[in-house]
């Protein structure tokens, strides 16, 4: 028996992925270079994307065309830890002179607060 794709599904993922950009169907429609009636297609379940709409959508999502069609949960490609450099954060909070929050340098009792913020959610 073959399985059918789930069109309100794939739908769903690029409204998530779209509104995760901040974007309007007009923003993503000029990106994927097509009308906003066919986003406004994809993304209601009407229909779903051709080959080439679901790379572009893939491409300026930045995500891969197995997340949009629902084979896999992870929306990133980027996202895969086996490939990911990994980085210790708790080396990092310990051991480091001097952080920064943006343009902001952390204070040691910040540093230690972040610390414990982070062992909070880790434990």
Do not use: C, Y
């Not at 929306?75 to 490939?83: A, F, G, I, M």
Request: charged share 25%; proline share 5%; net charge neutral.
């Amino acid at each position: 028996m073959e399985k059918t794709m789930d069109k309100t599904a794939v739908g769903e993922r690029i409204v998530l992925l779209r509104k995760t950009k901040g974007w309007k169907r007009k923003d993503l429609a000029t990106q994927i270079e097509v009308s906003w009636q066919v986003v406004t297609n994809l993304e209601t379940g009407a229909t779903l994307p051709t080959p080439i709409q679901l790379v572009n959508l893939s491409r300026v999502l930045n995500t891969s065309t197995d997340f949009i069609l629902g084979v896999t949960s992870t929306p990133s490609p980027h996202l895969d830890t086996e490939t990911l450099p990994m980085v210790d954060l708790q080396r990092v909070l310990e051991n480091a002179e001097a952080l920064q929050w943006g343009d902001r340098i952390l204070s040691p009792e910040q540093r230690k607060l972040v610390k414990g913020l982070v062992s909070v959610v880790v434990d």
